[in-house]
């Protein structure tokens, strides 16, 4: 990242640039200032823009081979072209290939995506997007842009409350950056309107104006489930139905992350960190909050707990399955015994 911010500042790019990764508000904000330093964004005649889908190669070979007007570069972008998708035989391939290597010096070449996973989940490209990727990463420059963890995202935050002449509390800040689950465009949206409201933003403010969805309620019952706080997780649990939340569903979700919180348990007691769970169990880019957050619930619990915490869950599951009662009846009464134990 700071290699880019170098090649923006000074206007210096150059060759190919593939920028990708879960946090799609980062590519697109690298995205856009990358372009903004090689040609302005109304100078129409010397940005030739193409969609992944369906994508016809050789019009993009051939705008690269084409000469700037009245301009020292010509750039060419290239949105989601994920070839899990699009099945770019081999020798249709080849040329683009062979362009990446040999861009003219006029031309900059940039990849990027917005609503496309070329890594399927995983930590690198897919084996049909790796040609491509290699390509540009051995003769030009690539870029991941991964989720942030709450605590960065609150840092962006007050960053950007700053920069609205507003004060944010730290634990405010934090809130949102566990509230957003790793969406910046959900944090920096709370920012500007949370900014709009106060000059000086509380946690109680982030409470009261900020929505939290679904899925972080769930998390949240997680963590007082393993904490044993049956109140706590008797009060979101009966909001969450209220709210109409499926519960068969809820059950999955809640499953999940106790399972993150007992192997992040289990990797305490074998003074094993994040990092290594993360890369032990194969969590992609965009789900490694979900390993932070059960570090830190990890904390308030033991690994006897937790196993006890799965096989009722497990029973649950078995009891919604073979129809032995209301699923909201069988998580309720799941929850008051794992909860209370």
């Not at 929505?211 to 049956?230: H, R």
């Not at 709210?243 to 999955?252: E, Q």
């Not at 289990?266 to 993360?278: G, I, Y």
Request: charged share 25%.
């Amino acid at each position: 990242m700071r290699e880019l911010e170098t090649v923006i500042k000074s206007g210096s790019a150059k060759g190919a640039y593939y920028l990708y990764g879960a946090d799609n508000y980062r590519t697109a904000e690298a995205f856009g200032r990358l372009c903004e330093s090689i040609v302005p964004a109304d100078d129409t005649l010397n940005i030739h823009s193409f969609q992944g889908k369906n994508i016809d190669i050789d019009e993009v070979v051939e705008a690269c081979d084409a000469l700037p007007v009245f301009a020292e570069k010509m750039l060419v972008t290239v949105c989601d072209l994920d070839l899990e998708v699009n099945k770019v035989p081999a020798a249709k391939l080849k040329p683009l290939i062979d362009e990446i290597e040999n861009l003219p010096e006029t031309t900059v070449l940039i990849f990027y995506t917005s609503t496309t996973d070329i890594c399927g989940g995983k930590a690198k490209p897919t084996a049909a997007n790796k040609k491509l990727f290699t390509a540009v990463d051995k003769y030009g420059s690539t870029l991941r842009f991964d989720m942030l963890t709450p605590v960065q995202t609150a840092r962006l935050v007050e960053q950007r409350c700053s920069e609205n002449g507003a004060a944010i509390e730290r634990a405010a800040a934090e809130l949102i950056g566990t509230r957003c689950r790793g969406d910046l465009n959900f944090a920096m949206n709370e920012a500007d309107k949370l900014s709009s409201y106060s000059a000086h933003i509380t946690k109680a403010d982030v409470e009261m104006l900020t929505p939290e969805n679904d899925d972080t309620k769930a998390y949240t019952l997680s963590d007082a489930i393993a904490s044993g706080n049956v109140t706590r997780a008797l009060d979101i649990y009966n909001r969450l139905i209220e709210n109409r939340t499926d519960p068969i569903y809820l059950l999955y979700i809640v499953t999940g992350s106790i399972n993150d919180i007992y192997r992040a348990r289990l990797a305490l007691d074998s003074r094993r960190s994040a990092e290594n769970v993360t890369e032990d169990f194969g969590y992609s880019a965009n789900m490694r909050f979900r390993v932070t957050n059960a570090f830190k619930s990890a904390q308030k619990t033991t690994a006897k707990r937790m196993r006890h915490c799965m096989e009722v869950l497990l029973q649950a599951d078995l009891d919604m399955k073979t129809g032995k009662g209301a699923p909201e009846t069988i998580l309720e009464n799941a929850i008051i015994r794992i909860s209370g134990k």
